[in-house]
Structures are given as structure tokens and as C-alpha cells.
């Protein structure tokens, strides 16, 4: 079921994704100059690319790889084989001392009992490696075995341009493109909403607690530590509940962030900034994905496509001479106010239609452009129901078609 789920998922995003990006398609809008080597802006129901920056470029996603991990969890829990207050015993390999010195941790130690939910938080708020490595184990059931899965599931997704080789992004191997992670965290967010909530709009959590710490065993850190969550836009940006930072030395400062604001989500992508000080490059991140989402939530937002003109429709057998077609449904989109300006639409419509017909027929299609680009399209239908005409009405529509027939068919010869 889930495979199944994948496939029209991936199948949506492709084809929603064709949208143009806003520095080519809003001339009249500003862009923000970005220091970033790649960034993205996505509007989050429909893929449509708002800003694009060296999009397609492969750059280390650091710690933002730990989202692919969390999915991963999320996708075994739906399935059955995990549950968020399972208990999980620590072992040496998601111990924090195993990881490489200057990792950011969970502070697990070999040992502690943990749910698999603070283990996901550990790995979303504290970002940390060991919660990594430990899920990795808990899934795998080898590490091996679980990169398979992370790639496997990015294949999955259309991600073409991404391979993962760890669980929490600590090795400049592991490659993604922000239009490829940018299909991810769509994904994510569809898959399990839940996961802003429970997870990634936490500002903080505490660990270890009491009861991750059994009677009987001393542990090398009892005191429980305060872990701040490194998504510095929580509480300070309206909207923002999410996403994941990543860093090391290799892409430099990486930050994907998502927000709501009157029903509109937008997800920022920024990748590869550098800065003198580590304390510079967590700001910077920070206020250019600021910058990105403001910039979307002031100059985009769902517009109604323009009312099309539809010409009536002869009918034939009918109790009225000629029907009126209407748009399905009203067609819109996200779209800036001078992009809203430029749409044309096209419209092919049947030459005639035959009663009887129920309300809701098909009788053509629309297509709507920008700038000669194909935004999106809709079905145009009968409004109402089309019933049959008196028997005499009936009778002349049927000599009058019959003669129209034989004239074509004299014309042809």
C-alpha cells in the first residue's frame, strides 16, 4: 500500500512541479540576493517553483539528511512495525560516544531506555547523530541495509540527483540538489503532518530524563541537558513550524524551512553558505530563509485564474436550441498580481452536442498559460441538465442533420 502511495505521489509532484521559477517568470517582483550557492522556494500544495538559484546543483545536505531517516521511521511506523512509545534499549552503536568528536547528540548512552519518539525528537530538535545511528539500528536492522533503504525511498520520490551513505548526514558523500530535496520534504509533510507538530515546531527538549536512566546502571551524564532546536526562526517568524538544519564543513550552513500562513505553505531550501564564524553562519542561514519566505508570502499568494469566455454550444433533440458551458471548477493558482495579468487561457470546446445529457458532461477542456508555459488545465462542462425536446422538435432536428449528410456527402464526391 505504501509502495503504491509513493508512486502517485512522486506521479503528483512531477507534474505539478513544472512551474515556472519567479526570476524568470515575475519581472516586475524583486527577488532577494542571497549569498547561498543553491536555494529553492516551492509552494507546498502545488510544487510551483517561486525562486530558484542554482537549484539543480549536488551539495552535501549535512544534517538535513535526517529527514530522510525520519521518514523512513514514520513510513515503518504507518506500516506497522515500529510504535512511537516503543521502548528502545540503547546499544554501543547509538551510544553518543561513538560518534566523531564535535557531532551534534541526543546524549544517548549505551544502556538508557528510550521511546521511539524521543529518539525521533532527539534526531529533529537536538539534530543528533547518535539518534541516528540508533534508528538506523532499530530499522536496518544493519547500517548497511538502512542506507539501501534511504536511497531506495529517494529513488522513490524522483529524487535522481541524491545518494545518501549515513543515516545523519555527517559525510560530505552524501549528495542532494535542493529541487530534489524539496520532492523530500513535500513528501514528508503530506505523508505524516503530524511530524511539525510532535516534532519539528518543538523549540526545545530536555534529556535524558529519569526514566531513560534504569535502576542499577551509572551513566556518564545524569544531569539532564536542555537542548535548544537549531531552527533559530521558530517563535521569531509567523508560521514557521519546521524544518531541518544541517552543517559541516564540506557544504557549509544548509537550513530548509517551511511556514503557513492563511492556508498557504511555502518551503524554503537554502544550501552552501559561508562565513567567517561558525555563530555568523547559523544567523545567516537563518535570516536568508527569512528572507526567502517573506519574500514568497508578500508577492504570492492563490489567485483565480481569469473568467474565460465560452461561446454556446448547438444542441440537438433538446428541449433548448443551445447549452451554455461553464468551467468545472474555478481554476487557480499561485501566482504574483502582475504574473495574474499575463495568463491567456485556451479553449477547445465539442461543435455540438446531442440530447439527452446530465449535468456535469464534459464538453471540453481549458488550458492556461503564462508566458507560453503551460500552468494548469480544466475540464469545461454542461451546467445543466440537457433534456430531450418535444417529439416534433425531435423530428425536425433529425431531416435537419439527415440533409446536412447528404450535402457532405455530395460535396466529398
Known amino acids: 500500500m505504501i509502495k ?10 512531477l507534474f505539478l512541479s513544472t512551474g515556472l521559477s519567479a526570476q524568470n517568470s515575475s519581472a516586475g517582483v524583486e527577488p532577494p540576493r542571497l549569498s547561498a550557492l543553491s536555494a529553492l522556494l516551492v509552494d507546498y500544495d502545488t510544487g510551483r517553483i517561486l525562486y530558484g538559484k542554482n537549484q539543480d546543483k549536488r551539495i552535501p545536505p549535512a544534517s538535513m539528511t535526517k529527514v530522510m531517516t525520519l521518514l523512513l521511521c514514520y513510513d515503518a511506523i504507518a506500516a506497522g512495525e515500529l510504535s512511537k512509545d516503543q521502548i528502545v534499549t540503547i546499544d554501543e552503536k547509538g551510544s553518543s560516544f561513538s560518534r566523531p568528536p564535535f557531532s551534534s547528540l541526543m546524549l544517548l548512552e549505551e544502556g538508557q531506555e528510550v521511546s521511539v519518539l524521543d529518539l525521533m525528537k532527539g534526531l529533529a530538535i537536538s539534530s543528533g547523530n547518535d539518534a541516528a545511528y540508533a534508528i ?36 560530505k558523500f552524501n549528495m542532494v540538489t535542493a529541487e530534489d530535496f524539496a520532492l523530500l520534504a513535500r513528501a514528508y509533510i503530506s ?22 536512566m534504569p535502576e542499577g546502571k551509572t551513566f556518564r551524564i545524569e544531569v539532564p541537558r536542555k537542548k535548544r532546536n537549531t531552527n533559530l526562526l521558530l517563535g521569531r517568524v509567523d508560521g514557521v513550524d519546521g524544518l531541518k538544519t544541517g552543517y559541516i564543513d564540506e557544504s557549509g550552513f544548509n537550513f530548509t524551512g517551511t511556514a ?7 518551503i524554503s531550501i537554502i544550501m552552501g553558505i559561508r562565513t567567517d564564524t561558525y555563530y555568523q553562519g547559523l544567523q545567516l542561514r537563518a535570516k536568508e530563509s527569512e528572507m526567502l519566505l517573506e519574500y ?3 508577492n504570492f499568494s492563490y489567485h483565480p485564474f481569469p473568467e474565460i469566455q465560452v461561446d454556446e454550444v448547438k444542441a440537438w433533440y433538446g428541449d433548448v436550441p443551445a447549452v451554455l ?11 504574483s498580481r ?45 451546467a445543466e441538465d440537457l433534456n430531450q425536446g418535444a417529439w416534433y422538435s425531435r423530428l425536425r432536428d433529425f431531416f435537419t442533420l439527415q440533409w446536412r449528410a447528404l450535402k457532405e456527402g455530395m460535396n466529398r464526391n
Open 4 to 13: 503504491k502511495l509513493n508512486i502517485l505521489i512522486v506521479a503528483f509532484i
Open 338 to 382: 502582475e504574473e495574474l495579468e499575463r495568463i491567456e487561457s485556451r479553449i477547445a470546446l465539442a461543435d455540438e452536442v446531442f440530447a439527452p445529457l446530465s449535468a456535469g458532461t464534459k464538453l471540453g477542456s481549458v488550458e492556461y498559460y503564462l508566458d507560453g508555459v503551460l500552468l494548469d488545465t480544466g475540464e469545461i462542462v454542461l
Open 136 to 171: 538506523a539500528g532499530l530499522l536496518g536492522p544493519d547500517l548497511r541495509s538502512f542506507i539501501d533503504k534511504m536511497n531506495e525511498r529517494a529513488w522513490s520520490l524522483g529524487m535522481d540527483s541524491t545518494v545518501f551513505v549515513d543515516p545523519d548526514g555527517w559525510s
Open 325 to 335: 458551458p461553464v468551467p468545472e471548477y474555478p481554476a487557480e493558482m499561485v501566482l
Open 191 to 212: 505523508l505524516y503532518p503530524e511530524a511539525l507538530e510532535e516534532l519539528h515546531s518543538q523549540e526545545f527538549m530536555v534529556y535524558p530524563l529519569p526514566q531513560n
Open 260 to 266: 503557513i500562513r492563511d492556508g498557504q505553505r511555502l
Open 296 to 298: 514568497g508570502f508578500s
